[in-house]
């Protein structure tokens, strides 16, 4: 079997655009003609996507960054793109999930001796994934230049040299000091690290790209690594799902103004908040992250409840807010609320978890505002599903999630999926809440609820809209990057 060309992508920090840059890699060699497959081996996110365990029926989690790679190279997604998820519980621990399973749940410190463990499932699924490949691109995490977490890294440097993968390092210049991170990695690296990057890029530059060269040649004479390129801002990348909280506390500080305000509380541990994406592609609609602290807009047409990866500390910290007293007032003045996963099980009466899944609180008073209760169950749902209106629109979608939900409400569900009913709705309609993740991308569903809001929605085509941002920043890519030496860089 031939080894496929593999080239890794690592940045002088967190958010500095490399998933964006991965996918656009991906659509340009896949446009070329190469079976092209994104890898990263450790991502921290609770926007989780489904993807297929080879050789099963089955799904499992991976970081829906990896997912939108995938699409990117035409291809479905599969476990092994991102064999080691964690899932933030807390501020200082994570559910751990193992080639789309969950292997268990550590606080930090606990991790760091785990680490080394996982190295070999890491390989294994980088290998699985370049077997049907020409070119693996891979993404790493956070920072090389964290050194202190050097010992067992399979994020960056450990795995990159365990696996012999080349890298390129990726500097942000519009959060400034752009020669400083890159000198600085270089300087602060072993010497074996050191050595596997063959030389950077400069990403997010705004103007004339050529008053950088002065600086593109004062890395190189401090690191010897040579530039290969200068990508400017990529405009098409805010049409792009984000990859976790970190572009999160950006959306919310930014946002398109407009008549029609969709409330976002933002929770602590909020998750797959990309299904908040086709609201943001719409025009005329803001959708407004509300952060703790802030009260629920009173101009809001529909509050949003997204997922959660602890549904019982974020109700009780919702309630801490005081946005329950928002909330009610908001349905009392004709409002819409919808609950997605998390959020519908916080819309019921009661949140029941016995056996202590989420933690050491065993219960809690939901919203009222569905007559349901939620009970936690230790085993998750994972799984694309085939889903419908009740009227028979098709929808779609796909379910990760702990708990079941049962109550009168019930009796009016949102959706039936695989054909069984799924969610509840208050008797007056203003009110649901479903288990099933991408609802909102079904065109003509989105397009008839606003509608029934009173906005008048656009013909959006928002899978059509993803596909063209792809397309844009691998256009991008093509002009400013030299593609020709990054493939030569992943040969070797």
């Known amino acids: 079997m031939t080894k496929p060309l593999a080239l890794m992508l690592q940045g002088t920090g967190s958010d500095v655009g490399k998933t964006v840059l991965v996918a656009g890699l991906c ?12 890898f990263k081996p450790q991502n921290m996110s609770n926007n989780a996507a489904v993807a297929a365990i080879p050789g099963t029926s089955e799904g499992g989690e991976i970081g829906r960054a990896q997912w939108l790679q995938a699409l990117a190279c035409g291809v479905a997604p599969t476990v092994h793109m991102n064999p080691v998820l964690l899932k933030p519980q807390s501020e200082t621990g994570s559910q751990i999930v ?14 760091q001796r785990l680490k080394p463990q996982l190295l070999d499932r890491v390989l294994e699924s980088f290998a699985i994934t370049g077997a049907d490949a ?3 691109i891979v993404e790493g995490a956070g920072s090389p230049a964290e050194v202190n977490l050097r010992a067992g890294d399979i994020a ?9 993968v080349p890298v390129v390092l990726v500097g942000d210049i ?25 030389g950077f890029l400069i990403n997010k530059f705004r103007g004339d790209p050529t008053l950088f060269d002065d600086g593109l040649a004062i890395v190189t004479r401090h690191t010897g690594w040579p530039s290969l390129g200068v990508v400017p801002w990529l405009a098409d990348a805010a049409r792009l799902p984000a990859e976790d909280s970190v572009a999160l506390e950006r959306l919310s500080a930014s946002g398109t103004a407009g008549r029609f305000v969709v409330a976002v509380p933002q929770l602590d541990r909020i998750a797959n908040f990309d299904d908040l994406d086709p609201f943001r592609a719409e025009p005329g609609i803001e959708v407004r992250f509300v952060r703790p602290g802030e009260r629920l807009p009173v101009e809001a047409r529909l509050v949003l409840i997204p997922g959660s990866k602890s549904t019982i500390g974020d109700l009780l910290a919702f309630r801490r807010n005081g946005w329950d007293a928002d909330l009610h007032q908001h349905v009392a003045h004709g409002g819409a609320v919808v609950g997605l996963c998390g959020g519908y099980q916080m819309l019921g009466r009661r949140v029941l978890d016995p056996d202590g899944v989420e933690g050491e ?6 919203l009222g505002l569905l007559d349901v209760e939620t009970v936690m169950a230790g085993e998750k749902t994972v799984r694309e599903v085939v889903a419908a209106t009740p009227a028979g ?24 999926v695989d054909g069984v009913p799924d969610g509840a709705a208050s008797v007056d309609g203003r009110v649901f809440g479903t288990y099933l993740h ?55």
């Open 361 to 366: 609180v065993r219960a809690a008073d939901g």
């Open 134 to 136: 020409d070119l693996v």
């Open 156 to 164: 960056n440097m450990g795995f990159a040299t365990a696996a012999s």
């Open 27 to 38: 659509r340009l060699f896949a446009r070329r003609g190469l079976r092209v497959r994104p």
């Open 98 to 111: 193992v080639q789309g399973k969950v292997f268990g749940s550590a606080k930090g410190r606990d991790y």
């Open 438 to 492: 991408g609802l909102f991308t079904a065109d003509g569903f989105r397009r008839r609820f606003l509608q029934g809001l009173g906005h008048a929605a656009g013909e959006i085509d928002y899978r059509a809209g993803i596909e063209a941002a792809l397309d844009g920043v691998a256009d991008e890519l093509e002009r400013h990057l030299d593609a020709e030496r990054l493939l030569s860089i992943a040969g070797g």
């Open 393 to 416: 629109e098709a929808l779609h979608g796909y379910e990760i999630h702990m708990g079941r939900t049962a109550g009168p409400d019930c009796a009016r569900p949102v959706a039936l």
């Open 174 to 198: 519009d959060r400034g000091g752009v020669i400083a991170s890159l000198v600085g990695t270089h300087t602060i690296l072993p010497d074996a690290d050191r050595a596997m990057i063959r």
